[in-house]
């Protein structure tokens, strides 16, 4: 890989993780167009990730501080129980992580076939979302949370959309569309820097492993983590004005084309 795949590829992934139309798709689709190495796309798609990550931190700053504020202080309040929430939501995925690992980071070397069939689950998701036409006046509960939960770790298959899939789930149960989103933002911060911190402590950035130079990586992740920052800002917009219909035709669409390619 080189600068100018990491950089276009950083962009990608910063649009498409906060637009429901699955990032890790995108980065399958587009790393088979630039000729990627199935090892190179796994370690750019964690770097990627945790950039996406970073600037989630970034725009939702505010929130962030103010869910630290509640843990240190040690009394059950508002704050802590988003966090008891957000906690709640992470253990489907985490159980994922720590018993099929192998098996998820397998499916990312099985071709467009599966990318595109997921991204056409995708666009049902989100054309049920749309249907629906929820105007949900509550707050995520902790039956909602753990829902939601379930709804992410589905998102592990290659061109499902995480964000389509928790949104979706979130609006489904009837909650506020600002609320849900906020929420999908939120939860992925935790599990994907465990996923980048784990990889690390591995050795799995190493040139000799992933076989991308640092500086390869740092342009992705500048790139990645700038382009999140506004895609993060747009998707909450978006979800409050209930535009979904709109991501549910280009996943129809990328799913077709990704199928053809596959």
């Known amino acids: 890989m080189d600068w100018l795949q990491a950089l276009v590829l950083g962009i990608i992934q910063g649009i498409t993780e906060f637009l429901p139309v699955s990032s890790s798709g995108h980065l399958q689709i587009f790393g088979a167009l630039f000729g990627v190495e199935a090892n190179e796309n796994l370690t750019f798609a964690i770097t990627v990730h945790a950039a996406t990550v970073c600037s989630t931190i970034v725009v939702l700053w505010r929130e962030v501080t103010l869910l630290c504020r509640g843990c240190w202080r040690f009394t059950y309040g508002a704050e802590m129980a988003y966090v008891l929430k957000i906690v709640l939501s992470m253990i489907p995925v985490a159980i994922v992580g720590l018993f099929f690992k ?8 099985t071709g467009l076939t599966l990318v595109g069939s997921m991204l056409l689950l995708t666009a049902v ?13 509550k707050e995520v509960s902790y039956r909602d949370a753990f829902i939601i939960g379930l709804a992410q770790a589905c998102a592990v298959l290659p061109g499902l ?24 933002f939120l939860m992925v911060l935790i599990p994907i820097l ?16 992933s076989g991308i130079s640092p500086v390869v990586l740092l342009i992705g992740f500048a790139s990645a983590f700038v382009s999140g920052a506004v895609a ?22 990328a799913g077709i084309l990704s199928i053809v390619l596959g």
Do not use: H, P
Request: proline share 0%; charged share 20%; net charge positive.
């Open 161 to 184: 959309s995480r964000s389509g899939a928790t949104i979706t789930a979130g609006l489904l149960l009837g909650n506020k569309k600002e609320a849900v989103a906020k929420f999908s």
């Open 232 to 253: 993060c800002r747009w998707m909450i917009g978006i979800v409050k004005r209930g535009k979904l219909i709109w991501f549910a035709l280009y996943c129809a669409l």
């Open 102 to 109: 192998e098996q998820v980071e397998a499916l990312f070397t």
């Open 125 to 137: 998701l989100l054309t049920c979302a749309y249907r629906a036409r929820q105007r949900g006046e």
């Open 194 to 209: 465990g996923e980048a911190l784990l990889d690390l402590l591995k050795g799995g950035f190493s040139v000799s492993v």
